[in-house]
């Protein structure tokens, strides 16, 4: 085996090797053995029944407000990214109060602007409007769109 020796802690660590099966071979471990080296492990998680569900659509702020009346002035969104950090949306989310829209290109549908709103996080609104950051990112949902997702899915 190469061997390399690190500076800070003076102890040896194996060098990932391209060789390794001949290195295998050379300490005469037994098949059975060294399979487990050369192979990925899979999951053992249960498939889904039924088909496969589609993929949810990813939309950025921008494409959730033309779909909400007014603009979406009024209504409450969320990124899902915050939900997969174990955020409530009930507690982190913005209530937006001003939307400027304009088109890209020859394209008849909002896809870009500037947003404003009110920030609750961790339950506390703040006192006055700012501009919500990241709108582009491709992960807003609507606040009521999201819980009546969730209570089919529990039904």
Do not use: M
Not at 33 to 57: E, I, N
């Amino acid at each position: 085996l190469r061997l390399a020796r690190t500076a800070a802690t003076r102890s040896r660590q194996p060098l990932l090797s391209t060789r390794a099966p001949a290195l295998l071979a050379s300490h005469a471990l037994p098949a059975a053995a060294a399979a487990p080296l050369l192979r990925r492990r899979c999951s053992s998680a249960a498939l889904p029944d039924g088909p496969p569900q589609p993929a949810p659509t990813r939309q950025n702020l921008f494409e959730v407000a033309r779909e909400l009346p007014k603009y979406g002035v009024g209504s409450k969104v969320f990124r899902s990214g915050w939900t997969r950090n174990g955020y409530d949306p009930n507690e982190h989310h913005w209530q937006i109060t001003r939307v400027e829209l304009w088109t890209k290109g020859d394209e008849e549908q909002f896809q870009r602007g500037k947003a404003w709103g009110v920030l609750t996080w961790k339950g506390v609104t703040e006192a006055g409007e700012r501009r919500v950051r990241t709108p582009l990112k491709k992960e807003w949902v609507h606040l009521c769109d999201a819980q009546a997702g969730r209570a089919n899915s529990a039904a």
